[in-house]
């Protein structure tokens, strides 16, 4: 078999033949990795011109491409908040996600322009919200979108203490929305009355 595979390989036609297709395979690699290579240029001028790098950028220049860890960052609003924006469940958030996955897997409306889409809309409109009424550095305003790890990392309170506080177990609840979290829980008041506690429970903390 083997001997009769290199008498056929031998064959000029056989060989210009592979070598043609070795070629071709080569071209559409670097056509590919080309490409790329240029969309990634494009996007980093793109990210220098509009002052996204030095986070002076407006709303107006997030465009689908974009992942919500780099919008996250370049807007100084929590991922979080973000995803909250984008109704993504919390347990399918993936921080490296383009603003065009998203869109595919939720099923967002993206009939708009490459420019435009519904996902940059809700995130311009959240993140023009969020300016309007920031969190507080050192965490002392509890926000229904957060997570109770989310507010652990923030203020630097173990998630165990405000579990404990809380009065309810930690396993499985540590990563959901306040909001979600107080309506499975079922807390006396609703979500309000649950956020507040969550910030007795901070207090409590710092009070010791």
């Known amino acids: 078999?083997?001997?009769?595979?290199?008498?056929?390989?031998?064959?000029?036609?056989?060989?210009?033949?592979?070598?043609?297709?070795?070629?071709?395979?080569?071209?559409?690699?670097?056509?590919?990795?080309?490409?790329?290579?240029?969309?990634?240029?494009?996007?980093?001028?793109?990210?220098?011109?509009?002052?996204?790098?030095?986070?002076?950028?407006?709303?107006?220049?997030?465009?689908?491409?974009?992942?919500?860890?780099?919008?996250?960052?370049?807007?100084?609003?929590?991922?979080?908040?973000l995803f909250n924006a984008l109704d993504v469940p919390y347990n399918q958030r993936n921080t490296n996600s383009t603003l065009r996955d998203i869109e595919k897997i939720y099923q967002i409306d993206s009939s708009l322009t490459d420019s435009r889409s519904e996902a940059v809309e809700r995130l311009k409109k959240g993140i023009t919200e969020y300016r309007a009424n920031p969190v507080t550095t050192g965490l002392h305003d509890v926000r229904l979108w957060m997570s109770i790890r989310y507010i652990a990392n923030s203020s630097g309170v173990p998630e165990s203490f405000i579990f404990q506080q809380l009065g309810i177990p930690?396993?499985?609840?540590?990563?959901?929305?306040?909001?979600?979290?107080?309506?499975?829980?079922?807390?006396?008041?609703?979500?309000?009355?649950?956020?507040?506690?969550?910030?007795?429970?901070?207090?409590?903390?710092?009070?010791?």
């Open 1 to 81: 078999m083997i001997a009769r595979l290199r008498t056929w390989l031998a064959r000029p036609r056989v060989r210009m033949l592979v070598t043609i297709v070795v070629i071709v395979i080569g071209l559409a690699v670097a056509a590919v990795y080309g490409i790329r290579s240029v969309q990634s240029f494009r996007q980093l001028r793109y990210i220098q011109q509009q002052g996204l790098d030095r986070g002076t950028a407006s709303v107006d220049a997030i465009r689908p491409w974009m992942t919500v860890r780099f919008v996250a960052v370049a807007y100084a609003v929590p991922e979080e908040y």
């Open 170 to 208: 930690q396993e499985g609840n540590d990563t959901k929305p306040l909001g979600l979290l107080s309506d499975e829980q079922h807390y006396p008041g609703g979500p309000r009355a649950f956020e507040q506690a969550v910030q007795r429970a901070l207090d409590a903390h710092q009070g010791q």
